[in-house]
């Protein structure tokens, strides 16, 4: 059974930085697709940033300059490296593990970006 557990959120004033984590368990085959989304209060969920075949790296424009995702194969584990945060930053961040045939979704961490 696929499990992915999302980490490291919590309490920042804006400015400040946080580093999500996303480990996954479980035999993932054939992952075509992995990256971060987030879901504020009253919105959609969205992308935040995405790595599509091991090596195409799309962010969203909120996020370039300031996010960086990245991910270590050997720990089956993707990071998600913010900087410069921002209070619209706040919301519950999601990591997403995609196949040719399934969509893998984390419980999510919550960010928020507050003085």
């Known amino acids: 059974q696929v499990q992915l557990v999302e980490s490291g959120g919590g309490l920042v004033q804006p400015g400040g930085s946080l580093r999500l984590s996303c480990a996954a368990s479980?035999?993932?085959?054939?992952?075509?697709?992995v990256g971060w989304y987030r879901q504020a209060p009253g919105k959609q969920r969205e992308l935040v940033a995405r790595?599509?075949?091991?090596?195409?790296?799309i962010y969203a424009s909120s996020a370039k300059g300031r996010f960086t995702i990245s991910r270590d194969n050997a720990k089956n584990t993707l990071y998600l490296q913010m900087n410069s945060l921002k209070p619209e930053d706040t919301a519950l961040y999601y990591c997403?593990?995609?196949?040719?045939?399934?969509?893998?979704w984390g419980q999510g961490t919550q960010v928020t970006v507050s003085s």
């Open positions: 790595i599509i075949s091991g090596s195409t790296i």
């Open positions: 479980g035999i993932i085959v054939s992952v075509y697709a």
């Open positions: 997403n593990f995609q196949t040719l045939t399934a969509n893998y």
